[in-house]
C-alpha cells in the first residue's frame, strides 16, 4: 500500500479527514470531494520546470494572456532556434480548467508553445501556467511558470478526471466498471454517483462510504456491494486512491 498522508482542513468548525494517496486527494466525507493534486498532476505529465531560466530572459510579472510573445522569444533563445530571424514557435491561446469537466484540486491557466510545424500534443513543447490560489476563479493567479515537456497526449494530459475502479464484494470487477472509467464518461464521478443505490430508504440521497476497513468507498452500485477507489492515468502511470 502507498505511504499515506493525513491532512485536515476545516469545515465550519468540524475537522474533515483527507488523505493524501500520491496524486489523489480522497475526502472521507465524500467520493465527490475527492480530486487530483494539481501541482503533483503538473510534476507528472511535464518533463522540467524551467521558470528560472525563462525569467532570466523575460519579465514573467503579469497575467499570462499578455506574456504571449515574450515568452515565445524566451523559448526561442532557450532552444537556439531563430533561423533567418524568425522565431519557429506558435502558440495555443489561453485555456482554463474552470471551463471544462475537470477534478483538480486548484483550478490553472495554460498556454502550449510549441514548433510551428508539429503537432504540440505529440511532440517536444513548453508549458505555461498560472495556478489558482483560491476564491474567485476571475482572479488571484499565482505566478507564471514555465514547463518542459515531450508528447503530452501519451502523458494524460487531455484526463483532467479521474475514473472510478468498482469490483464486487466477491472481488470481481463489476460488470459495469468501463462504464466508469475516462475515456467512457466526461464525469466518471457523476457517473458512478448516478448509478448508486441506497438500501435505506430513509435517506433521501444515495451514497458512497469511506469504510477504515476496506480503505476504499464501499456502497451498492448497479444494485451490488461493491468496493470503490479512484484512478488516474498520468505521466505513463496509474495512481489509485
Known sequence: MLVTIVTFVMVGMCPTPMRRVSMIIIDKHSAEW??????????????????????????LEGWLTEKDAVLVGAISQLSDCHFQDQIPFKFTRVE??????????SEFQFMI?????EDWAYSDCYLAVEVHQ???????YGPIRVFKC???AEQGFFDWCFGWMVVTSDGERSDRADEFQIGYAA????????????????????ELHFSERHDCFVGWVDGRACKCWPEAYVGGSIFSG
Not at 508553445?113 to 510545424?117: K, S, T
Not at 483560491?134 to 488571484?140: E, L
Open 113 to 117: 508553445i510549441y514548433p510551428e510545424d
Open 134 to 140: 483560491g476564491g474567485d476563479v476571475r482572479g488571484n
Open 34 to 59: 475527492c480530486s487530483i493534486d494539481t501541482e503533483q498532476w503538473l510534476q507528472q505529465v511535464t518533463d522540467e520546470e524551467i521558470t528560472e531560466q525563462v525569467a532570466e530572459l523575460v519579465n
Open 96 to 105: 482554463n480548467t474552470y471551463n471544462s469537466e475537470n477534478d483538480f484540486s
Open 150 to 152: 515531450s508528447n503530452l
Open 187 to 206: 464525469n466518471p464521478t457523476s457517473q458512478l454517483m448516478s448509478n448508486v443505490t441506497e438500501l435505506d430508504k430513509s435517506k433521501r440521497w444515495p
